[in-house]
């Protein structure tokens, strides 16, 4: 939803195979989706060294596995963000215990002060969700970087290497944004219930791929169709299904009254 399509998916040894298996190279939902192996965990800013060749000479989108994000409009909320061709972006919203999270501090006129991880004494409450955007030197300012005392690369660091060059700006989620950190037991469970919560008012998927594809225009109906008959008769298939007639009756919907409107 944000644009993306090529994406390159980084984790252990261990789950790599199994998300390959799960998700395949997306060629079914008109994207490119790649792997990488990090075979021990030093640090989120190795994800640009790793995928240094994935990258090439564009800028790039950072995503942080355990994060759900859930808002209306996702392309035009991060639009400046998916624009950048210079400098970096941090995506920041306010929360109840900042000492847990990267911290953004801003001054008046919103420009980034400083960012603090994980601060015994918070300056604000404003904190990093992680996502993040940054221009092509990433892979280069990451080279730079020294691991921490606890042994690994740190995004904050590399984050005040733009901030530094007074690069690194901040975008703030909207009010009515929802992000879920599933990093930890309780967290997963409290996004569990939010999601059930949503689909079950709404009777509408969050985070259904294949129906963003489509919307998108990155597949046919005929081909979300093809997808659904995948999944058989099971309530994901049948979602698909619907997606797919609804979609259409609305598409048929509109050409009707087109053609009409150009009748009279």
Known sequence: LLGITDILIISTPRDTPILKSAIGDGSKLGLKISYKVQNSPDGLPQAFTLGEEFIGNDPVCLMLGDNILHLADLFNNFKSCRMLTDGAYIVGTPVVDPKNFGVIELDDDKNIISVVEKPSNPKSNLAAIGLYFYDNSVVAKTKQLKPSARGELEITDLN????????????????????????????????????????????????????????????????????????????????????????????????????TAAAL
């Open 160 to 259: 005040n290497l733009y901030l530094r060059e007074g690069k690194l700006k901040c975008q703030r989620l909207s009010r009515g944004a929802t992000w879920l950190d599933a990093g930890m037991f309780d967290t997963l469970a409290d996004a569990s219930t939010f999601i059930r919560i949503v689909e079950n008012r709404l009777g509408l998927k969050i985070g259904c791929i294949e129906e963003a594809a489509y919307m998108m225009n990155r597949i046919s109906r005929d081909a979300l169709l093809e997808i659904a008959k995948e999944f058989g008769k099971s309530p994901y298939g049948t979602y698909l299904q619907m997606v797919a007639t609804l979609e259409a009756k609305k598409h048929d919907t509109y050409e009707t009254r087109t053609d």
